[in-house]
């Protein structure tokens, strides 16, 4: 079970390398060949905007085998990347549109791949290890990945980028051939409840479900609603250059970096919405430590942020994996990321708006949020223990009647 552990954790960096870096790449290009902002944001939209059909993408991984599957996307995703070689001028502009599409549809399907995969590759225990370690490794790319791209597009251009960036799927295709699965029988189709209800349904049955995914949705949402906030404190409030985001950015980085190598432990040792209502915290946290006039207050707010934002999704993502049953993984993780992702969207442009009475009352209502949240979460309920007996009958998938009670 290591050399699994060893290949999830090889396939989050390398898909956060090629993904990070493309990220920013597309919206460079297409500024430099349109000359308007407006439309390389777009380009980001069209990245994010498929987290909402999640429920419906995510119903594929339940209905046909789901390692083919993650395979064929990454594959799919490579040769898309290729096609960007065509563009020669602002005519070919949609391309870089299409593709950033057939990327987000691909995340969305390879996510939640991944959160159905995990299960039966790992023992329970060591699933929220996993899962923190994979979160390091995004997050430790993440600050380099960006940087890199940039540099190559400026020294080489974006057909340089995208040829490497195409390179990074099919390794990932590779790894994930290279798994060892548990073999499991699938439940008869009569049997295998159907429809996006059934992943909705699934996912709100289990307080010990749906409390985390609701925790990670908040902080996540909230974090959006504060990007044009942090803008707004950092350059007006604090007087400093735009440029002191990026010490920001990478302050957070490091946060979650230290974040995901103990969360693991935590919640095994305390569960997953005890971890999840400690994140909502010590986010809410940061966000009233950015109000503060000094700076170095700001660093050390967005290092607390930046523990408190992966452990929320670590220990939502560890339930939904924990407590789903195997047959129903793909739609309820599905779901869950449009759940967890989806009201961001919405999130950044409110506040984008709301920043007009300043920086700081949009970063305490959201601090007030979030507290609410892990109030609300923090009540008592009914919540197996970490590793007992509940838990690995749900994860081994045995007893499925007694999976949602």
């Known amino acids: 079970m290591r050399r699994n552990a060893v290949l999830f954790v090889a396939v989050s960096l390398l898909s956060g390398l090629g993904g990070s870096a ?14 308007s902002t407006g439309l390389a944001a777009l380009a980001g939209l069209c990245v994010y905007a498929p987290t909402l059909a999640g429920p419906w993408l995510g119903g594929l991984l339940d209905r046909v085998p789901r390692r083919p599957l993650v395979v064929g996307v990454n594959l799919a995703l490579a040769a898309a990347l290729l096609s960007l070689l065509a563009v020669r001028g602002p005519g070919q502009a949609w391309l870089i549109y299409a593709v950033s599409l057939a990327y987000g549809i691909g995340y969305v399907l390879v996510d939640a791949g991944e959160t159905a995969l995990l299960p039966a590759a790992l023992p329970p225990a060591r699933l929220a290890d996993v899962n923190g370690w994979r979160s390091s490794a995004q997050e430790g790319v993440k600050l380099v990945a ?13 057909h340089v980028v995208a040829v490497l960036a195409a390179v990074v799927p099919v390794l990932v295709a590779a790894l994930y051939g290279a798994l060892r699965l548990t073999r499991t029988v699938p439940a008869p189709p009569a049997a295998r ?33 504060t990007t044009a906030a942090l803008y707004d404190v950092v350059v007006t409030g604090l007087g400093l250059p735009s440029t002191f985001l990026g010490v920001l950015a990478g302050a ?17 040792r305390h569960g ?32 607390v942020i930046g523990v408190g934002l992966p452990w929320t999704l ?50 305490v209502l959201a601090a007030v949020a979030c507290l609410a949240a892990a109030m609300a979460a923090a009540r008592p ?25």
């Not at 960006?146 to 974006?158: E, F, H, I, M, N």
């Not at 994140?279 to 700001?298: D, H, I, K, M, Y």
């Not at 993502?317 to 961001?344: D, H, K, S, W």
Request: some cysteine; hydrophobic content about 50%.
């Open 314 to 363: 670590v220990a939502a993502v560890t339930a939904v994996q924990t407590y789903t049953p195997r047959e129903m993984l793909g739609r309820v993780a599905g779901t869950a990321n449009t759940v967890m992702f989806g009201p961001i969207t919405l999130a950044i442009p409110l506040g984008s708006a709301a920043v007009a009475v300043g920086g700081r009352p949009p970063l």
């Open 146 to 158: 960006p940087l890199a791209g940039a540099g190559l597009y400026a020294w080489r251009g974006g």
């Open 22 to 35: 493309m990220a920013l790449v597309s919206g460079i290009w297409i500024l430099d060949l349109t000359g």
């Open 193 to 225: 409840p159907a429809g996006v209800r059934a992943g909705l349904t699934a996912l709100l049955a289990r307080r010990a479900v749906r409390v985390p995914v609701a925790l990670a949705a908040a902080s996540i949402a909230m974090s959006g609603f």
């Open 272 to 303: 997953e919405i005890t971890v999840g209502v400690a994140g909502a915290v010590l986010f809410a946290a940061g966000c009233l430590g950015r109000c503060l006039p000094w700076w170095p207050g700001t660093v050390a707010a967005s290092v």
């Open 252 to 268: 957070q980085g490091g946060g979650s970096l230290l974040a995901g190598l103990v969360v693991g432990r935590l919640v095994r």
């Open 381 to 405: 309920g009914r919540q197996p223990a970490a590793g007992g007996p509940d838990r690995w009958r749900i994860s081994s998938g045995r007893e499925r009647s007694r999976s949602f009670r």
